[in-house]
């Protein structure tokens, strides 16, 4: 069951269909070849709840129940949020955006904007080793990703870019990392 809503508004306000839904997890995993696949876990509720998208141009949206049956949603006529129907089953919202990292001399791109207070976890490809977040580099080494919370950033990434890890020696001394 799908329902389309467009919404005009002359004013230039926010319309809002329901309460914000209460999200377990917001995934977004990057593929090396630039693709972008996000998912959204909402927790079950016996009222509507509304879901905001990440911006980008979304393709194949689907909604369905952690049993993987298809969940009853209306979606906005810009596509930036969708409204949950009341459902026993917490929701799976998977989507893919198709325009958000862009490639210029062989360093990826998103400038990127969530705000809501769920922690968005993002996985990259498994040679990839640093990221840059607003400039500042993060080593994922072993990890599968990093989270942001509330979370705006300019991310950055190059594939095959060497990385070296040493111990510094300043006036003497040695740098010790705690743990």
Same mark, same amino acid.
């Given at each position: 069951?799908?329902?389309?809503?467009?919404v005009?508004?002359?004013?230039?306000q926010?319309?809002s269909?329901?309460? @914000?839904?209460?999200?377990?997890?917001?995934?977004?995993?990057?593929?090396?070849? +630039?693709?972008?696949n996000?998912?959204?876990k909402i927790?079950?509720d &016996?009222? @509507?709840?509304?879901?905001?998208?990440?911006? +980008?141009?979304?393709?194949?949206?689907?909604?369905?129940t952690?049993?993987?049956?298809?969940?009853?949603?209306?979606?906005?006529?810009?596509?930036?949020? =969708?409204? =949950?129907f009341?459902?026993k089953?917490? =929701?799976?919202v998977?989507?893919?955006l198709?325009?958000?990292?862009?490639?210029? &001399?062989?360093i990826?791109?998103?400038?990127?904007l969530?705000?809501?207070?769920?922690?968005?976890?993002?996985?990259? @490809?498994?040679k990839l080793?640093?990221?840059?977040a607003?400039?500042?580099?993060?080593? =994922?080494? &072993?990890?599968?990703?990093?989270?942001?919370?509330g979370?705006?950033m300019?991310l950055?990434?190059?594939?095959d870019e @060497?990385?070296y890890?040493?111990q510094?020696?300043?006036?003497k001394?040695?740098?010790?990392k705690?743990?």
């Open positions: 069951f799908f329902v389309s809503v467009s005009h508004s002359s004013f230039a926010e319309v269909f329901a309460e @914000p839904a209460e999200q377990l997890s917001v995934n977004v995993t990057i593929s090396e070849e +630039g693709n972008v996000v998912e959204h927790k079950s &016996d009222v @509507p709840r509304e879901v905001e998208l990440l911006e +980008g141009k979304i393709s194949d949206i689907t909604v369905v952690e049993k993987g049956k298809d969940a009853q949603y209306a979606a906005s006529g810009d596509g930036k949020k =969708i409204v =949950i009341p459902s089953d917490n =929701i799976f998977r989507y893919n198709d325009d958000v990292l862009n490639k210029t &001399d062989g990826w791109r998103w400038d990127f969530y705000t809501s207070s769920e922690a968005t976890a993002f996985y990259f @490809p498994q080793d640093l990221v840059f607003n400039d500042r580099p993060v080593y =994922i080494g &072993d990890q599968k990703g990093m989270k942001c919370h979370c705006q300019k950055e990434y190059v594939f @060497p990385t890890v040493g510094v020696e300043w006036e001394e040695k740098d010790r705690s743990t």
